[in-house]
C-alpha cells in the first residue's frame, strides 16, 4: 500500500484533477489524500467569520459564490450529463449543509463543520471523475477513522483500528479516496488538525495502514535549500533525514505541515515530496537515512513572542524553570526556543492565546519583558551543530543582523536564530550567499 496526498494546488483545477487521476491510475494499492481545492478553505474561513458576526446576508452571498464555482468545475470536469448531475447533486447537498449555518448561534463546532466541507467535496469529485472514467475507485471517509484526543491531538491506536474496520467494510478497490484534514474529536464533531493538515493526515494514515511510501504531492519539486517564497535561486534537495525534515517543517517549511514527519518517522515510512506538475521530476526522499556533515537547508518562522523573565529569585536557585515552564504546561503553550543566564531566562511562543494569562502568572516570579512580531530563522543539517567551523559562518552571514535569541546545541541538527520579522527576509538571503 502506498500513500498519495494531493495538496490544493495538485486538485485546484478540472485539469488538475484530471491529471490526478492518470497519476493514481496504476495497479498498485493506495490510499489517496486529498485537500480541498485551493483557495476553498480560505473562502470557508471568511463564510465562517462572517457567520460569527450573524451577517447572515453577506456569508450566504460568499456561500452561493462558492458554490457557483463549483458548478463550473462539474461543468468542465466531466464529460457525461450522468455524471455531471450526479456531482451536482452531491455538492449542492454539502452546500445546503453550509447555508445551514446561516443562523442566529454559530459556534466554534459550526466552524469546524463548515470548515471541512473542502475536503469532502474535493474527494467527491475526484471519486466521481474516476468513475466516468471507469477507474475502479472507493471513497475511504476521514470522518469514519480520523480521531482526536481533548487537546486535539490524533490518537494513533484507534486511527489505526478504525481504519482496518472501515477498509473491511468498503468493496476492493485498489484505490481508495480519502479526505485530508478532517477529523473527529472525542464528542464526536468534525474538528480539524489545524491548517495545512492534510500532510498530517496522510502521514498518520501511512503509519496506520503501514504503507510502503507516504508521498507528498504538491506545487513545487521537493523540499528547498531555502524558502522559494523570499529567496531566488534555490534548490530541491534529494535526500533527508526525518530528524532535518522535522526541523525544518517545524520551523517554517510551509511545504510540510509541522507535525507531519512524526508519524513517518516512527514508522520507518519514508516519504518523497513530488511535483504534480512535474511528476517527471526526482523531488526529495525523507528517510532514516542522513548524508554526510552539511548544512541542508534553512527555513523561518514567523509571528514569534519572546519573553523574559528577569528574576533575583534564579541567582544560584534551583527549581526556577520548572515554576516557570509549568505555567506554559497550564497553559498549553509549547515553548519554541529558550536561552538562560544567571538572572533571566527567555523563551520565545507562537501560540498567544493565552498570553494575558501566562504573563500574570510570570510576574510573580520578576519582571516580565514581552517582544513580539519576531521571527525564528533556523539552519538545519546534519551534525552541523557538533563540528567546528558551522557557528562561525552562521554568524558570519548575520554579521549586519540584530539577533535577539541564538539556540545552539539542543540537537546536532538546528541552530536557530531569534530576529526582528523585519529582518528576515534579509538574514535568509545572506545564509543563502555565505552557506551554500
Ligand atoms: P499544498 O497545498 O500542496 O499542501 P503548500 O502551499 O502547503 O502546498 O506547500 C508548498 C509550498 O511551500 C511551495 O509552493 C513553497 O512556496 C512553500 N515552501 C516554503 N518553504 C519551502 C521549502 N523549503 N521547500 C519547498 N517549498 C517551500
Ligand atoms: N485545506 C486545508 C487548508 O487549507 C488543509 C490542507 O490543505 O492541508 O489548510
Ligand atoms: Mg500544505
Sequence with gaps: MIVMKFGGTSVGSPSRIKEIA?????????????????????????????????????????????????????????????????????????????????????????????????????????NCYLQERKINSALLPALDFMRTDGSGEPVANEIKQNIENALQKLPPANIYITQGFICRNPNGEIDNLRRGGSDYSASLIGAAVEAEEIQIWTDIDGMHNNDPRYVGNTHPLSNLSFDEAAELAYFGAK????????????????????????????????????????????????????????????????????????????????????????????????NTDNLTEILTELKKYGRVEVDSNLSIVCVVGNFIAESKGYALKVFDALKNIPIRMISYGGSMHNVSLLVNKGFKIEALKSLNDKLF
Design 255 to 350: 511545504i510540510l505541515h509541522p507535525s507531519s514527519v512524526l508519524p513517518a518517522k516512527m514508522a520507518n515510512i519514508p516519504v518523497r515530496l513530488k511535483n504534480t506538475m512535474k511528476p517527471g521530476l526526482e523531488g526529495t526522499l525523507i528517510s532514516s537515512q542522513s548524508d554526510g556533515i552539511n548544512i541542508k537547508a534553512i527555513a523561518a518562522k514567523d509571528n514569534i513572542t519572546a519573553i523574559k523573565i528577569n528574576s533575583g529569585r534564579m541567582l544560584l536557585a534551583y527549581g526556577f524553570l520548572r515554576k516557570v515552564f509549568e505555567i506554559f504546561e497550564t497553559y498549553k503553550t509549547p515553548i519554541d526556543m529558550i536561552t538562560t543566564s544567571e538572572v533571566a531566562v527567555s523563551v520565545t511562543i507562537d
Design 22 to 126: 492518470s497519476l493514481i491510475n496504476s495497479p498498485d494499492n493506495k490510499i489517496v489524500v486529498l485537500s480541498a481545492m485551493a483557495g476553498t478553505t480560505n473562502a470557508l474561513v471568511e463564510i465562517a467569520s462572517h457567520l460569527y458576526k450573524k451577517e447572515k446576508a453577506v456569508a450566504l452571498s460568499f456561500i452561493e459564490e462558492l458554490e457557483m464555482d463549483y458548478y463550473l468545475v462539474v461543468d468542465e470536469l466531466f464529460t457525461k450529463s450522468e455524471f455531471k448531475s450526479k456531482a451536482l447533486g452531491k455538492i449542492k447537498t454539502h452546500f445546503d449543509f453550509i447555508k445551514s449555518f446561516a443562523v442566529d448561534m454559530f459556534t466554534l463546532s459550526g466552524e469546524k463543520a463548515v470548515l471541512a466541507q473542502g475536503e469532502l467535496i474535493s474527494t467527491i469529485l475526484l
